[in-house]
């Protein structure tokens, strides 16, 4: 069974950074580009960021284009997502997603982040 | 990277059938057959109902179906049944490994 397990959302300042993860199991993790797709409080998904199934190929959203880092470790089956310069903006759950044949497929539970003082 | 249009609701009464629509451009849905249709219930994950314009993911029931004409991607669901009622997403692959989503549509079964 494909599982996809976010974690490490929380409350932060703005200006401030999050680092997110997330766990991949019932697949061959490194056979995939994953994403991260976001979704703000009360609105639609929003797709911010994709990497390569061996790490070499990243895209990202213009929104968070030099402040979001996306990066992975296929001997830990683990996505990351590197958030600096935050601003309210950036509140939203995030999800993480499988990519499969151009389609996510598969997307995990989800972890929030608020970003406020 | 625009969002796709989305109405922002919909309703239908049960067994009735209902159809969302979605329009992006000639970068996105009208460029690529990979347009895929989600089922989300709040506080829940997305689900996958529809890829590829028309084709089903093992387990989803056949009354939801897709089609696209030039730039606007379409879902109905037949046969309305009150668990149907959620939000639905559309997306587009937009090319460079990138996707665009729609707005999404909240379904009310009366």
């Known amino acids: 069974e494909v599982q996809l397990v976010e974690s490490g959302g929380g409350l932060v300042q703005p200006g401030g950074s999050l680092r997110l993860s997330c766990v991949a199991s019932g697949f061959t993790f490194s056979n995939h580009w994953m994403h991260w797709v976001r979704q703000g409080p009360g609105k639609g998904l929003v797709w911010v960021s994709g990497i390569s199934n061996d790490g070499r190929g990243t895209t990202y959203a213009d929104s968070v284009k030099g402040r979001f880092t996306i990066s992975r470790d296929n001997a830990k089956n683990t996505l990351y997502l590197q958030m600096n310069s935050l601003s309210a903006d950036d509140t939203a759950v995030y999800f993480c997603?499988?990519?499969?044949?151009?389609?996510?497929?598969?997307w995990g539970q989800g972890t929030l982040v608020t970003v406020s003082s | 990277q625009s969002a796709l249009t989305q109405p922002r609701s919909v309703s239908g009464s049960p067994g009735q059938s209902v159809t969302i629509s979605c329009t992006g451009t000639s970068s996105d849905v009208g460029g690529y057959n990979y347009v895929s249709w989600f089922q989300q219930h709040p506080g829940k994950a997305p689900k996958l109902m529809i890829y590829d314009v028309n084709k089903w993911p093992s387990g989803v029931p056949d009354r939801f179906s897709g089609s696209k004409s030039g730039n606007t991607a379409s879902l109905t669901i037949s046969g309305l049944q009150a668990e149907d009622e959620a939000d639905y997403h559309c997306?587009?692959?937009?090319?460079?490994?990138?996707?665009?989503f729609g707005g999404g549509t909240k379904l009310t079964v009366l």
């Open positions: 997306c587009s692959y937009a090319g460079a490994y990138t996707w665009v």
């Open positions: 997603a499988r990519d499969h044949a151009k389609t996510p497929d598969y």
